[in-house]
C-alpha cells in the first residue's frame, strides 16, 4: 500500500507541477500587439436575428448529441496542445517533450492575453446566460462569448504544429476544427464565436510565426518534437 500511496503522490506533484509551469508561462505577444477590437466586427446584438437563430442552434445540439459526442467536448474543455495526441500518436507527450511542451504553454497563454482584453469590451452573453433553457455539458464561464477563446487557441494550435509537421497537416488542421465545434456541442458557445475564434486564431498564429523572439523557441520545440517523432 505504502508503495502506491508513493506513486500516487509522485504523479499528482508532477500534475501539480505541470499545471503550476502552465500557468506561470509568459505570452508571446499581447492585446497591445494584436488588438482584436480593431479586426472582429461586434458581435449580433442579443435581439437579433442572428442571435435567436444560433441559440435555437445550440438547442438543437443539446437535444440531439450523443454522450459520445459530450464526452469529447468536456475532454476538449481544457486548453493544452496535448488534445491533438490522437492526431500525433503515443510519443506526443509532456514527459517527453519538455521544451516543446514549454513552448506550446506560452502559445496558450497568448491566446488569453489577446483574447481576454476583447472578451471585456463586447461582453457578448453566453447561449445559458440568454436562455434558462440551455444546459451546458462543460464547464461554465461568465467571461464574455465573443469570440471563443477555446476556438482561438485551437487554430494557433493547428495552424503552429501543422507548420512542424507538415505531413499531417490535414489531419492536424480537421482536429483543431473539431475542438473549436465541440465548444458548440458543449452549449457553451454560439456558431459566430467559433468562426470569429478561427480567424482571431489565425491572425494570432500569422503575428507570432513573423517575430524573432517567437522563431527563435519555435525552432527548438520543432527539432524535439520531430527528433521525439522520428520524423
Not at 503515443?90 to 489577446?114: I, Q, Y
Not at 433553457?133 to 469570440?147: E, I, M, R
Request: glycine share 6%.
Amino acid at each position: 500500500m505504502k508503495r502506491y500511496a508513493s506513486l500516487a503522490a509522485g504523479l499528482l506533484l508532477l500534475v501539480i507541477g505541470s499545471a503550476a509551469h502552465a500557468e506561470d508561462a509568459q505570452p508571446f505577444v499581447t492585446n497591445k500587439d494584436v488588438d482584436l477590437t480593431m479586426i472582429l466586427p461586434p458581435p449580433p446584438a442579443n435581439d437579433s436575428a442572428q442571435t435567436k437563430a444560433e441559440l435555437g442552434e445550440v438547442l438543437t445540439l443539446q437535444v440531439t448529441r450523443t454522450p459520445e459526442m459530450v464526452a469529447s467536448a468536456v475532454a476538449d474543455a481544457e486548453e493544452n496542445v496535448w488534445r491533438f495526441a490522437n492526431v500525433m500518436g503515443p510519443k506526443f507527450n509532456r514527459e517527453t517533450l519538455p521544451k516543446f511542451s514549454a513552448f506550446f504553454d506560452r502559445v496558450v497563454a497568448t491566446e488569453g492575453a489577446v483574447v481576454d482584453p476583447a472578451k471585456d469590451v463586447w461582453k457578448r452573453p453566453r447561449p445559458h446566460q440568454l436562455s434558462d433553457l440551455v444546459k451546458p455539458a462543460v464547464k461554465l464561464s461568465s467571461s464574455g462569448s465573443w469570440p471563443s477563446g477555446h476556438a482561438t487557441v485551437g487554430a494557433m494550435m493547428g495552424i503552429i504544429l501543422s507548420d512542424m509537421v507538415p505531413e499531417k497537416r490535414a489531419e492536424i488542421m480537421a482536429r483543431a476544427a473539431e475542438y473549436a465545434h465541440n465548444r458548440e456541442v458543449g452549449g457553451i458557445h454560439y456558431a459566430s464565436d467559433v468562426e470569429m475564434g478561427k480567424i482571431s486564431g489565425s491572425v494570432i498564429a500569422a503575428v507570432l510565426l513573423n517575430r524573432d523572439d517567437f522563431k527563435a523557441e519555435y525552432d527548438v520545440a520543432k527539432a524535439e518534437l520531430r527528433s521525439d517523432l522520428g520524423m
